[in-house]
């Protein structure tokens, strides 16, 4: 069991190493922690489900509510193997969640080949600046999860399906 952020991060890039497997899936993860415990987990899924709005994060927000039974995550922390984007960070405002915690920088995720989400992490830029004061976003440096896009980077180009050793 977790006790410490690093670890939590841990979980959060092993979901994002575990998408590796599913060529419909872009490498990320996201935990939710509620009282040291994991009430909620994500990987990405739009192309899973045909859901453009399945992000880790958003995926790790309905898990966790269910499990929970409510709308309110006030006394829990988000732990995600990259930066969030514009809709994920109003997402994290709208579930009122106090502390987020991301290993790849959003010039990380950009320098991988995803532009698209870098683009849409600029436009955060324009969110309300007062919902953005509402939680604190703390980078947790994680070789592992540059580790992930390094991996999936290459399988882009070489179409390899193996998987790399993750501990
Ligand atoms: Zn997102």
Same mark, same amino acid.
């Not at 939590?8 to 872009?26: F, G, I, P, W």
């Not at 509510?65 to 709208?94: G, N």
């Given at each position: 069991?977790? =006790?410490?952020?690093?670890?939590?991060?841990?979980? *959060?890039?092993?979901? %994002?190493?575990?998408?590796?497997?599913? !060529? #419909?899936?872009?490498?990320?993860?996201?935990?939710?922690?509620?009282?040291?415990?994991?009430?909620?987990?994500?990987?990405?899924?739009? =192309?899973?489900?045909?859901?453009?709005?399945?992000? *880790?994060?958003?995926? %790790?927000?309905?898990?966790?509510?269910? !499990? #929970?039974?409510?709308?309110?995550?006030?006394?829990?922390?988000?732990?995600?193997?990259?930066?969030?984007?514009?809709?994920?960070?109003?997402?994290?405002?709208?579930?009122?969640?106090?502390?987020?915690?991301?290993?790849?920088?959003?010039?990380?995720?950009?320098?991988?080949?995803?532009?698209?989400?870098?683009?849409?992490?600029?436009?955060?830029?324009?969110?309300?600046?007062?919902?953005?004061?509402?939680?604190?976003?703390?980078?947790?440096?994680?070789?592992?999860?540059?580790?992930?896009?390094?991996?999936?980077?290459?399988?882009?180009?070489?179409?390899?399906?193996?998987?790399?050793?993750?501990?």
């Amino acid at each position: 069991m977790c =006790k410490s952020n690093s670890c939590y991060m841990n979980e *959060a890039v092993t979901l %994002a190493h575990q998408c590796l497997e599913d !060529k #419909l899936r872009s490498p990320f993860g996201c935990v939710i922690v509620h009282k040291n415990e994991i009430v909620g987990v994500g990987k990405e899924a739009i =192309k899973v489900k045909n859901d453009p709005t399945a992000h *880790a994060e958003i995926e %790790a927000i309905r898990n966790a509510s269910k !499990k #929970l039974k409510t709308i309110d995550l006030s006394d829990c922390i988000l732990f995600t193997s990259s930066e969030p984007c514009s809709m994920c960070l109003s997402a994290i405002h709208w579930s009122q969640i106090k502390a987020v915690y991301y290993a790849c920088s959003r010039k990380d995720v950009f320098s991988f080949g995803l532009p698209d989400a870098f683009e849409l992490v600029e436009k955060r830029k324009n969110l309300n600046k007062d919902a953005l004061k509402k939680f604190e976003m703390i980078q947790i440096k994680n070789e592992k999860a540059i580790e992930v896009f390094r991996e999936w980077r290459s399988r882009q180009k070489t179409g390899q399906k193996h998987l790399v050793k993750c501990n």
